[in-house]
């Protein structure tokens, strides 16, 4: 792994990874994904919990922190959710003239990868990563990319990473009911690799295009639709990812639907007309899945009343 800009020049490769991983909402829906971009000093900066990727820009919407002290801490094993919490808003470092900004919750596998990680939630690798048989498909598409069995985003998910980060090599990351990393010296090369990653699942898998929720108040209609066939409840009692149980609950089932919420709808509709089309059966989290989610203190899986 080497740094691959200055100080003052990362932010402005920030945000251009920004722009590119965040460019619809096929890559990412609401705050999800990720990206990160390592300078000199063992110091990386990643983007806020909460901002959405496409908002991040050269002074805002981004966190600079001590990535060598939380990568140290999770390569000597697994960490709890409060242990890397805490550890990560102690490396939380000033940046002048900026607001501070709580990293997000994915600070610490970034800390263990390559110089550049763009972390999404695509729509067509998570066909591979919410599905049964999508685990032998990436295998076949990837032989060597690394896939990870599902863990709660945090301290779970990074301890995971961590048994197989190589911080000098390029690597690709199937996230099991969450989304796709990848790692590389740089930015260009990490959005490259991204992209040639989606665009070789779509072509593999002959999906379908992808058609953006529009702008609505309440459900969007065709999500209105979607839910219709596959009903309210099983919805509810089904859950495909975090950011399901997120933004997906009886509320906004109901109507009371934001733009983040219908993202997220659109997107997990398509998953599973995917899935259902190719004649495979979808992966859910288990009820200990979902109950842990609610018991996590950190980033946008904070439960009400925690930091």
Not at 274 to 288: E, M, T
Request: charged content about 20%; aromatic content about 6%.
């Amino acid at each position: 792994m080497t740094d691959i800009a200055s100080l003052s020049e990362a932010p402005a490769l920030l945000a251009r990874a920004g722009r590119s991983a965040g460019s619809g909402p096929d890559l990412t829906q609401g705050a999800g994904g990720n990206v990160s971009v390592k300078v000199p000093g063992g110091r990386m900066l990643i983007k806020a919990s909460g901002a959405r990727l496409r908002d991040v820009t050269p002074t805002s919407g981004y966190a600079l922190v001590d990535s060598g002290v939380i990568a140290g801490r999770l390569r000597r094993g697994p960490a709890g959710e409060d242990e890397l919490s805490d550890l990560i808003k102690a490396a939380t470092l000033p940046v002048d003239g900026l607001p501070p900004a709580k990293p997000s919750i994915e600070t610490g596998f970034h800390s263990l990868l390559n110089s550049a990680v763009v972390h999404v939630h695509s729509v067509y690798a998570n066909v591979l990563n919410m599905s049964e048989e999508g685990a032998c498909a990436a295998a076949r598409l990837f032989p060597e990319a690394v896939r990870i069995p599902y863990r709660s985003p945090g301290a779970q998910l990074c301890s995971a990473i961590a048994v197989h980060a190589r911080p000098s090599e390029e690597q690709v990351f199937f996230l099991a009911g969450h989304g796709l990393a990848v790692s590389h010296q740089d930015v260009d090369g990490a959005l490259a690799l991204n992209e040639r990653v989606n665009a070789a699942i779509r072509r593999g898998l002959s999906l379908p295009p992808y058609t953006a929720a529009p702008a609505a108040a309440g459900l969007a209609p065709h999500n209105a639709a979607r839910l219709a066939f596959y009903g309210r409840d099983f919805m509810l009692n089904n859950v495909l990812s975090p950011d399901q149980a997120l933004y997906c609950g009886p509320e906004a089932l109901s109507g009371a639907a934001g733009p983040d919420v219908n993202e997220v709808l659109a997107a997990l509709f398509y998953v599973l007309d995917c899935i259902r089309a190719l004649g495979w059966k979808p992966r859910f989290l288990s009820a200990d899945d979902v109950a842990y989610l609610a018991t996590m203190t950190g980033g946008r899986y904070a439960r009400k009343g925690k930091e």
